[in-house]
């Protein structure tokens, strides 16, 4: 059983920066390509950002690539979403989660495992 914990939501101005941080335990980390997805209130959850297990391969959504970049330290079982120019729309619950293929997966369902979330809120 695979554990992922959020970490380093809060409260930011627009243009402001914000480093989510997913620790994970149990399971074959180094094994899982790893997800960031996103859910606004009212909304369904959408995709953010994936990496592969090796961390060679990563790819956005459009909506946040340039601003927004994952990335992954197997040694430490954790992977980091950097959040720069943050906008109001920004604005949502942050989740992490890991699949077990390894691939690079941007749709929701093949992800096995998630945390609980942290809040990021953007004000304008």
């Known amino acids: 059983q695979v554990q992922l914990v959020e970490s380093g939501g809060g409260l930011v101005q627009a243009g402001g920066s914000l480093r989510l941080s997913c620790a994970a335990s149990?399971?074959?980390?180094?094994?899982?390509?790893m997800g960031w997805f996103r859910q606004a209130p009212g909304k369904e959850r959408e995709f953010v950002a994936a990496i592969s297990w090796s961390g060679g391969l990563t790819y956005y959504a459009g909506s946040v690539k340039g601003r927004f970049t994952i990335s992954r330290d197997n040694a430490k079982k954790t992977v980091l979403l950097q959040m720069n120019s943050l906008k109001p729309e920004d604005t949502a619950v942050y989740f992490c989660?890991?699949?077990?293929?390894?691939?690079?997966?941007?749709?929701?369902?093949?992800?096995?495992?998630w945390g609980q979330g942290t809040q990021v809120t953007v004000a304008s």
């Open positions: 989660a890991a699949e077990t293929s390894g691939r690079l997966i941007v749709v929701l369902r093949d992800y096995a495992y």
């Open positions: 149990g399971g074959t980390f180094s094994r899982y390509g």
